[in-house]
């Protein structure tokens, strides 16, 4: 098997990163989350979740994640990375990649990278939102996701792109922004320095007594 590094994608919509994550439950069954993140903007394509390990999931978050591609034939194949197991390696998902023209790269096996970008919006899931919650249900853990999925898409400004969101990378709706930023963040770091040095202490003065000629 001939192994390599996976590129950083220059563009949305070049390498998808696919993964199932495993919930346990307050009355000890599990909910299992299938997702699909883009590689350039971290934006959460398409997600689903279910009382199962469900090999159909992963057709149906991939069909999703394609509706909003344009089918022609001059669309590149989009590479999908994900890791061995049996929902993401069948007969039903080989088809409809082909249908879809999504390349599958196996972590670990095809390449020498794991998987790491979508397991790390796992941990971000989980420890910053769900474990604060009850997780006593199914539907009650697809409402949270729900919610996380669109904040961080739409309003969790992402460390990687310095104060833009993963949708405002996505559709390319701020391409200012970090200078934008930047701009204001000098603007009140000299409005701070300037209020700071002009403030004076009342009871400061007052403790010091007059102050004695030379």
């Given at each position: 098997v001939q192994t390599c590094a996976l590129p950083i994608s220059s563009a949305p919509n070049e390498t998808w990163h696919i993964d199932v994550s495993v919930l346990k439950l307050?009355?000890?069954?599990?909910?299992?989350?299938?997702?699909?993140?883009?590689?350039?903007s971290r934006k959460i394509l398409a997600w689903t979740i279910g009382a199962r390990l469900d090999p159909s999931a992963t057709c149906r978050v991939l069909v999703e994640a394609g509706q909003h591609l344009v089918l022609a034939?001059?669309?590149?194949t989009i590479t999908v990375m994900a890791d061995s197991g049996v929902e993401n390696v069948n007969a039903a998902v080989d088809a409809t990649l082909l249908a879809e023209r999504l390349h599958r790269v196996l972590a670990q096996v095809k390449v020498t990278e794991s998987n790491s970008m979508i397991e790390a919006?796992?941990?971000s899931l989980k420890h910053q939102w769900l474990f604060?919650?009850?997780?006593?249900?199914?539907?009650r853990v697809r409402t949270l996701v729900a919610f996380f999925v669109d904040e961080h898409n739409t309003k969790m400004p992402h460390a990687a792109f310095r104060g833009q969101?993963?949708?405002?990378?996505?559709?390319?709706?701020a391409p200012n922004l970090s200078a934008e930023l930047d701009v204001a963040r000098t603007k009140?770091?000299?409005l701070?320095?300037?209020?700071?040095?002009?403030a004076s202490c009342g009871r400061c003065a007052t403790a010091a007594g007059p102050e004695i000629p030379p």
């Open positions: 307050l009355d000890g069954t599990k909910a299992y989350i299938h997702a699909i993140i883009d590689n350039f034939d001059a669309r590149p919006w796992w941990r604060l919650n009850s997780l006593d249900s199914v539907e969101t993963p949708d405002e990378v996505f559709f390319g709706t009140a770091c000299e701070r320095l300037a209020t700071n040095r002009s």
